[in-house]
C-alpha cells in the first residue's frame, strides 16, 4: 500500500502544534503536563518529535492536542502543505 506521506515526515500536524503552542505560551513539558490530565501520555521528548514530524499521532493525542490548545481538530488540517 503507498504511503499517503512521502519522505520520513510521519504526521501532518506536527508544524501547526508548534506554532499553537507557542501561541498559547506553553513548553513542551507544559503541554505535555496539561496533555497528562486527560489521561494522555506524551513525555516531552515525544512533544519534540510530533513538531519535527518523525512521531505519528494517534486519534485520542489529537483530540487532547486540540482540547489542551483550545482549537478544533480541523484546524490542525487547515493549510497544510504536504
Do not use: H, P, W
Amino acid at each position: 500500500m503507498a504511503r499517503i506521506i512521502e519522505g520520513t515526515r510521519k504526521n501532518l500536524i506536527g508544524e501547526k502544534v508548534k506554532m499553537l503552542r507557542k501561541e498559547k505560551n506553553l513548553s513542551q513539558q507544559q503541554l505535555s503536563d496539561r496533555l497528562e490530565t486527560l489521561a494522555i501520555y506524551i513525555c516531552r521528548g515525544s512533544i519534540s518529535r510530533i513538531e519535527d514530524g518523525s512521531r505519528t499521532v494517534t486519534d485520542i493525542e489529537l483530540y487532547g492536542l486540540a482540547q489542551v490548545l483550545g482549537v478544533s481538530i480541523d484546524i490542525f488540517f487547515n493549510n497544510l502543505e504536504m
